[in-house]
């Protein structure tokens, strides 16, 4: 009976075996998937058998484990090994997880005593970023010790609390990572060994770093190609914190290396400037790095950034106190700059600037002995300085300011040589848009051709509103000038204030004073036209005498009022004008002339000045003699001016010009007189002791001959009857004495009634007058008809020169306008 039971009880449990075995991949994943589960793991396959030497053989297990997937084959696993033939890792984003805000904890690894040890012949890892799968095998030569190869070499070592190790990559794994077909990335070339450890909140690699990037660049200008070349050696430290989520590099221990070719120069596009530039750029540069780069979260900080040229082209740019969340790098960015550049050609160059998300402001200065040799210009003993304050210059108009001040001991450009220049120009826009620019300039002295300036100053000022719609800008200047000399005129104390407004054309209007001219000039300036009007205000014409005087020294206006308007167009040179003289008088050396008064128009174009004729009234010249009631017309035909039917009182009469040409070597002006008091014009000697009463008429053709004057041919004769007294005459006493005979015939001339008088007229470019007399007449004490004739020679320059320096009135005007020097 026991046998029998015996026998039962072994086939039941033969049974109950053989089903387990059967059926021993539903019962293992009933058994174990659920535990698996709350783990996180999902058991999708399994298959696996017994073998003779009784070692667990697994075909095939696949593992799924928060969105990666695990697939292993060939599994043999005993008590001492668990060798597995190949495995593939599939590496997908990571699922939204609840604990994702959860603090790490320190490593507390429940490592066995004793287990199997473990190795991998081949894992394959597998994702979209990788170029390609990467692939590796694993190792475990000692417990808890690995050994990685592959595509990555590797060793690592697993304690209770800490996960440490090695390895060592180069670009090759690099381009396992990504996608470097023609990109930069291509070009880059590195070896690392770096050792790491991990204890569950701090993650640390520490080792050496070889890098090398070279890059050929092609130009499309040119044939030549520029190889920029990028070495760094050394040690880096890499630290980073999953509770803080803070990244910090160790970075001072690296040496950073920057080779530029000679070929490089022709990345700067062709240009006048492109040669100066090239030579002063450096090609061997050296960057430094901090002692640490932190990146916490997305703010990264940067302690200091240095890159320095080698050799005698210093360039030093220095980057301190960087911080900007690399999300939004501008918007957050903080930094501090400053730029250093000293070459044989650029004495300094300073730039400082802080930077704060979209503000920006510093200062900067250029020092230059000299402009480089493509500016359109040479200048001496340049230095350019200013501060800058500008803020939202990202993806708007900035707004804040920017200062800028020039001195320059002396420049020539475009025919001009100006020397000690200082320029100050500053420009602000505030929130609103609302722009202002001003500019203050002084200037020594500059010389244009003949033409030079002295002590120049002036400030400008532009105002404008840039926001939406035409642009409008208000335009105020002020400019003082000393003076303005060339060989044939001088400008002295100019004042000018203008406003304008511009916008599509420019209108301004410009309130001169040039040696105390007043002027007010108009224009519109635009690329079709140039209008313009000038216009003079009623005043004085004293002023005028500082240019006179340049033309003329012994000439001077003793009082008077002008006025005027000029309009026209400065691009076609055209013009036309309207001015008017009033109660004028003027004074050449001992000439005067008295109230002068003339209203004129006329116009300008294609180079020919041309005046309407025009009337004019002058009430006394006194020459010696008084001429009086002068009126007559003045005309200018391309720019020749003429005077003609001039007519005035002398003597007592008329006289008449019929026309002169003003600057006309050669001509021939008639002048005629009638009813000339005969009186008037013999006591012009009152101390001759002759009397002549009667009236005279006369014509005299009076010569010019390049600056020369003559009488030809003149003539004068009487108007009716007349007397001739002569008493007291000394010259005519003489006669009488020395020539006894001649007594009773000069006898009749002593009191002698005219019937007729003639006589001809000659006067020499000298000055002596020759006049040919006849005189006919009637002694009624001697009842006697008398016919007499005589030569007179005598020079009137000298006669009528004494007789202006006896004019009392010419005297008194010449001694006050001598005292006040106008």
């Given at each position: 009976?026991?046998?029998?039971?015996?026998?039962?009880?072994?086939?039941?449990?033969?049974?109950?075996?053989?089903?387990?075995?059967?059926?021993?991949?539903?019962?293992?994943?009933?058994?174990?998937?659920?535990?698996?589960?709350?783990?996180?793991?999902?058991?999708?396959?399994?298959?696996?058998?017994?073998?003779?030497?009784?070692?667990?053989?697994?075909?095939?297990?696949?593992?799924?484990?928060?969105?990666?997937?695990?697939?292993?084959?060939?599994?043999?696993?005993?008590?001492?090994?668990?060798?597995?033939?190949?495995?593939?890792?599939?590496?997908?984003?990571?699922?939204?997880?609840?604990?994702?805000?959860?603090?790490?904890?320190?490593?507390?690894?429940?490592?066995?005593?004793?287990?199997?040890?473990?190795?991998?012949?081949?894992?394959?890892?597998?994702?979209?970023?990788?170029?390609?799968?990467?692939?590796?095998?694993?190792?475990?030569?000692?417990?808890?010790?690995?050994?990685?190869?592959?595509?990555?070499?590797?060793?690592?070592?697993?304690?209770?609390?800490?996960?440490?190790?090695?390895?060592?990559?180069?670009?090759?794994?690099?381009?396992?990572?990504?996608?470097?077909?023609?990109?930069?990335?291509?070009?880059?070339?590195?070896?690392?060994?770096?050792?790491?450890?991990?204890?569950?909140?701090?993650?640390?690699?520490?080792?050496?770093?070889?890098?090398?990037?070279?890059?050929?660049?092609?130009?499309?200008?040119?044939?030549?190609?520029?190889?920029?070349?990028?070495?760094?050696?050394?040690?880096?430290?890499?630290?980073?914190?999953?509770?803080?989520?803070?990244?910090?590099?160790?970075?001072?221990?690296?040496?950073?290396?920057?080779?530029?070719?000679?070929?490089?120069?022709?990345?700067?596009?062709?240009?006048?400037?492109?040669?100066?530039?090239?030579?002063?750029?450096?090609?061997?540069?050296?960057?430094?790095?901090?002692?640490?780069?932190?990146?916490?979260?997305?703010?990264?900080?940067?302690?200091?950034?240095?890159?320095?040229?080698?050799?005698?082209?210093?360039?030093?740019?220095?980057?301190?106190?960087?911080?900007?969340?690399?999300?939004?790098?501008?918007?957050?960015?903080?930094?501090?700059?400053?730029?250093?550049?000293?070459?044989?050609?650029?004495?300094?160059?300073?730039?400082?600037?802080?930077?704060?998300?979209?503000?920006?402001?510093?200062?900067?200065?250029?020092?230059?002995?000299?402009?480089?040799?493509?500016?359109?210009?040479?200048?001496?003993?340049?230095?350019?300085?200013?501060?800058?304050?500008?803020?939202?210059f990202i993806d708007s108009k900035p707004i804040g300011l920017i200062n800028a001040k020039l001195t320059l001991n002396n420049v020539d450009a475009f025919d001009i040589s100006a020397v000690q220049y200082q320029g100050d120009l500053t420009a602000k826009m505030d929130k609103q848009l609302n722009a202002e620019v001003a500019l203050t300039q002084q200037l020594k002295s500059a010389e244009y051709k003949e033409f030079k300036v002295t002590d120049i100053s002036n400030t400008l000022t532009a105002n404008a509103n840039l926001g939406v719609g035409e642009l409008f800008a208000d335009l105020t200047a002020k400019t003082n000038i000393k003076a303005v000399n060339s060989p044939d005129i001088k400008l002295n104390n100019i004042k000018v204030e203008s406003t304008g407004l511009q916008s599509r054309a420019l209108k301004a209007t410009h309130h001169a004073f040039i040696n105390d001219v007043e002027l007010v000039?108009?224009?519109?300036?635009?690329?079709?036209?140039?209008?313009?009007?000038?216009?003079?205000?009623?005043?004085?014409?004293?002023?005028?005498?500082?240019?006179?005087?340049?033309?003329?020294?012994?000439?001077?206006?003793?009082?008077?009022?002008?006025?005027?308007?000029?309009?026209?167009?400065?691009?076609?040179?055209?013009?036309?004008?309207?001015?008017?003289?009033?109660?004028?008088?003027?004074?050449?050396?001992?000439?005067?002339?008295?109230?002068?008064?003339?209203?004129?128009?006329?116009?300008?174009?294609?180079?020919?000045?041309?005046?309407?004729?025009?009337?004019?009234?002058?009430?006394?010249?006194?020459?010696?003699?008084?001429?009086?009631?002068?009126?007559?017309?003045?005309?200018?035909?391309?720019?020749?001016?003429?005077?003609?039917?001039?007519?005035?009182?002398?003597?007592?009469?008329?006289?008449?010009?019929?026309?002169?040409?003003?600057?006309?070597?050669?001509?021939?002006?008639?002048?005629?007189?009638?009813?000339?008091?005969?009186?008037?014009?013999?006591?012009?000697?009152?101390?001759?002791?002759?009397?002549?009463?009667?009236?005279?008429?006369?014509?005299?053709?009076?010569?010019?001959?390049?600056?020369?004057?003559?009488?030809?041919?003149?003539?004068?004769?009487?108007?009716?009857?007349?007397?001739?007294?002569?008493?007291?005459?000394?010259?005519?006493?003489?006669?009488?004495?020395?020539?006894?005979?001649?007594?009773?015939?000069?006898?009749?001339?002593?009191?002698?009634?005219?019937?007729?008088?003639?006589?001809?007229?000659?006067?020499?470019?000298?000055?002596?007058?020759?006049?040919?007399?006849?005189?006919?007449?009637?002694?009624?004490?001697?009842?006697?008809?008398?016919?007499?004739?005589?030569?007179?020679?005598?020079?009137?320059?000298?006669?009528?020169?004494?007789?202006?320096?006896?004019?009392?009135?010419?005297?008194?005007?010449?001694?006050?306008?001598?005292?006040?020097?106008?």
């Amino acid at each position: 009976m026991f046998k029998r039971v015996g026998l039962i009880v072994g086939a039941v449990l033969l049974s109950i075996l053989l089903l387990g075995y059967v059926f021993r991949l539903p019962l293992l994943q009933w058994v174990i998937a659920p535990e698996l589960k709350k783990a996180g793991i999902t058991l999708n396959c399994l298959d696996f058998s017994i073998t003779s030497s009784l070692n667990i053989h697994a075909d095939k297990v696949c593992v799924n484990y928060q969105n990666q997937q695990l697939q292993l084959t060939g599994i043999t696993a005993n008590t001492k090994r668990i060798d597995i033939k190949n495995a593939v890792l599939t590496v997908n984003s990571l699922p939204k997880s609840d604990n994702a805000n959860q603090l790490a904890k320190n490593l507390d690894l429940a490592l066995p005593l004793n287990r199997p040890l473990i190795s991998i012949k081949q894992l394959v890892v597998k994702s979209d970023e990788l170029n390609k799968p990467l692939k590796i095998s694993i190792l475990e030569p000692k417990l808890n010790k690995f050994n990685v190869t592959g595509d990555i070499n590797a060793s690592a070592n697993l304690a209770v609390n800490k996960v440490s190790g090695q390895f060592l990559i180069n670009d090759t794994f690099l381009k396992h990572v990504i996608n470097t077909k023609n990109t930069l990335i291509a070009d880059f070339n590195f070896n690392t060994q770096q050792a790491f450890s991990f204890d569950g909140i701090k993650f640390e690699l520490n080792g050496d770093i070889s890098s090398q990037f070279t890059h050929t660049y092609e130009f499309s200008h040119t044939n030549q190609q520029c190889q920029v070349n990028v070495l760094t050696t050394g040690k880096l430290a890499t630290h980073f914190n999953l509770n803080s989520q803070a990244l910090m590099f160790n970075t001072d221990l690296l040496n950073n290396k920057i080779n530029l070719t000679p070929s490089c120069a022709g990345l700067i596009p062709p240009s006048e400037y492109a040669g100066f530039v090239s030579k002063q750029v450096p090609l061997n540069w050296q960057l430094k790095l901090p002692q640490s780069i932190r990146l916490e979260g997305s703010e990264l900080s940067v302690p200091v950034i240095n890159l320095m040229s080698e050799g005698d082209k210093q360039f030093d740019f220095l980057i301190t106190d960087t911080t900007l969340n690399i999300t939004s790098p501008l918007e957050y960015l903080q930094t501090n700059l400053s730029a250093q550049i000293n070459t044989p050609d650029i004495n300094n160059i300073n730039v400082n600037a802080q930077l704060s998300g979209a503000v920006i402001k510093g200062d900067y200065a250029v020092m230059l002995e000299s402009l480089p040799e493509f500016a359109p210009a040479t200048a001496n003993g340049l230095s350019l300085s200013g501060r800058f304050d500008i803020s939202e210059f990202i993806d708007s108009k900035p707004i804040g300011l920017i200062n800028a001040k020039l001195t320059l001991n002396n420049v020539d450009a475009f025919d001009i040589s100006a020397v000690q220049y200082q320029g100050d120009l500053t420009a602000k826009m505030d929130k609103q848009l609302n722009a202002e620019v001003a500019l203050t300039q002084q200037l020594k002295s500059a010389e244009y051709k003949e033409f030079k300036v002295t002590d120049i100053s002036n400030t400008l000022t532009a105002n404008a509103n840039l926001g939406v719609g035409e642009l409008f800008a208000d335009l105020t200047a002020k400019t003082n000038i000393k003076a303005v000399n060339s060989p044939d005129i001088k400008l002295n104390n100019i004042k000018v204030e203008s406003t304008g407004l511009q916008s599509r054309a420019l209108k301004a209007t410009h309130h001169a004073f040039i040696n105390d001219v007043e002027l007010v000039v108009n224009h519109h300036m635009s690329s079709q036209a140039h209008p313009f009007e000038v216009i003079i205000p009623e005043q004085s014409t004293l002023p005028l005498n500082k240019f006179i005087r340049q033309f003329e020294p012994l000439a001077q206006l003793t009082k008077g009022e002008f006025n005027g308007y000029i309009n026209g167009d400065v691009n076609l040179q055209s013009a036309s004008f309207n001015m008017g003289i009033s109660h004028t008088s003027a004074l050449y050396n001992d000439y005067l002339a008295s109230d002068l008064n003339s209203v004129f128009s006329g116009e300008y174009n294609s180079g020919k000045l041309n005046v309407k004729p025009t009337t004019f009234n002058l009430n006394e010249f006194r020459a010696g003699a008084v001429v009086k009631a002068i009126k007559g017309q003045w005309q200018v035909s391309s720019n020749t001016a003429l005077i003609n039917d001039v007519k005035g009182s002398v003597f007592g009469g008329e006289f008449s010009l019929d026309t002169y040409t003003i600057g006309k070597p050669n001509q021939v002006a008639n002048v005629k007189f009638e009813n000339i008091d005969a009186s008037k014009l013999v006591t012009l000697d009152d101390k001759s002791g002759i009397v002549l009463t009667g009236r005279l008429a006369g014509s005299l053709p009076v010569h010019f001959d390049s600056g020369k004057i003559e009488i030809i041919d003149g003539s004068l004769f009487s108007q009716g009857t007349g007397n001739l007294k002569i008493t007291n005459n000394a010259a005519f006493d003489s006669v009488m004495q020395q020539q006894q005979e001649l007594q009773p015939v000069l006898g009749l001339l002593t009191n002698l009634d005219i019937q007729k008088l003639n006589s001809s007229v000659a006067l020499k470019s000298d000055g002596w007058l020759k006049l040919g007399v006849n005189l006919q007449g009637y002694n009624k004490a001697e009842q006697q008809q008398v016919n007499f004739n005589y030569n007179h020679e005598e020079n009137v320059f000298t006669l009528l020169r004494a007789l202006r320096l006896s004019d009392e009135i010419t005297q008194k005007v010449e001694q006050q306008y001598s005292q006040k020097g106008n």
